[in-house]
């Protein structure tokens, strides 16, 4: 078994305060020692805040992201504070989703990756936003996100 890499992370094992913007946060990364083998990575995040750009009043999502790593995993705990970093931040629901998706491509250059973020209603409407880097590989196994659609009292 091959042990992780984990020289040069700032965060891990560090007491931090949490980033004051998604602009401030630094999301790290370690070596995959996996590489070449695809299998699928899910973090999900239920208590997800931000704040509504117009009114300010904050707006909550279950996020679900998964990814097929190729040379590099996401830190766990920089993951963490990068999307609590969003507390403070206002942004419509689909720029925070693509925010966050798009960080994380960027960062990692994934195989592939998918977020589907499942905003709570806001003026009685839920909006849920899906967004992926192309189609999976063949053969990998997809489990479903596991996220209900909105009922409400239904």
């Not at 009114?55 to 830190?75: C, K, M, R, S």
């Not at 250059?109 to 209603?121: D, E, F, M």
Request: net charge negative; hydrophobic share 40%.
């Amino acid at each position: 078994m091959t042990k992780t890499d984990v020289s040069g992370l700032s965060m891990l094992g560090a007491k931090v305060e949490s980033p004051a913007s998604p602009e401030e946060a630094i999301l790290e990364r370690v070596p995959s020692g996996n590489r070449g083998t695809n299998y699928v990575v899910r973090f999900t995040a239920p208590e997800f805040t931000s704040l509504c750009p117009m009114t300010g009043q904050p707006d909550f999502a279950h996020i679900v992201i998964d990814y097929i790593p190729d040379e590099w995993l996401v830190e766990s705990k920089s993951l963490k504070l990068f999307l609590h970093s969003f507390r403070n931040h206002g942004a419509f629901h689909e720029d925070c989703s693509l925010d966050i998706a798009k960080r994380l491509v960027d960062l990692l250059q994934p195989v592939w990756l998918r977020i589907g973020a499942y905003w709570y209603p806001r003026g009685g409407i839920p909006i849920d936003v899906f967004w992926q880097t192309g189609a999976p590989p063949e053969g990998v196994w997809l489990p479903d996100q596991g996220v209900a659609p909105y009922r409400g009292r239904g």
